[in-house]
């Protein structure tokens, strides 16, 4: 048995991630946040064809849509939490609010809506998601089931569609049938090409000096 304990403390140190590549993951990570972070969160081409559908905070491009429906999720949840009797007064007519939002939200319809209403309606999503959520853990479980079950089916079916939208967009602009990379992706492009650089001098420098040294990190923010 203590043999057996040996072999196992052995292949687990093993496994065991160095020190040294603990650091490397690290650094890797910190980098990939510095060069690429910026637009992770855009979910769009940044052309003028979406201009409208991204948020610009400083200089980090957030998805309009998706930052409007956590907002409603985050202002869903502390009113519900806050105001429990609230919640019980209206959980009922939660189902009936989401297939309003999924009537109004559909894709060929939702793209000819004027951006105040479209704001509305994602920002009303994320509160129809909070009350299901809520109604589940304070209210009625079977109205929140039951609206979770709509918001899941309108994710998986209005998901399909908006890409089918959103391909019509690409296919129609200009910059189709031109080779290379469009506007709409050029500057992530570069980010992204900025990070391997940085990366391969970040390997070369692990590999020649088994360390990973501060100036490396220095370098990159300079590229």
Known sequence: ???????????????????????????????????????????????????????????????????????????????????????GQYAIVLPVMIGTIAALSYPPLYKKHPRWLRDTLRTALGVSIAGAFASIILQSFTIGIVSCALLTLLWIVFGKLRQKTKRFKCETCPEMNISGICNGYRKQAEAIQNYERAMERLIKASKDNNNIPSIILEKSKNK
């Not at 196992?8 to 890797?28: D, G, T, V, W, Y």
Request: proline fraction near 3%.
């Open 1 to 87: 048995m203590v043999i057996f304990s040996q072999i196992s403390m052995i292949r687990s140190q093993r496994n065991k991630p160095s020190a040294q590549q603990a650091i490397s993951k690290l650094h890797e990570l910190k980098l990939r946040l510095k060069h690429t972070s910026w637009f992770m969160f855009a979910h769009k081409p940044l052309c003028s064809h979406y201009e409208h559908d991204t948020i610009k905070f400083k200089n980090w491009y957030v998805c309009r849509s998706c930052f409007l429906v956590y907002f409603g999720i985050t202002a869903g949840l502390i009113i519900a939490f806050l105001t429990p009797e609230l919640l």
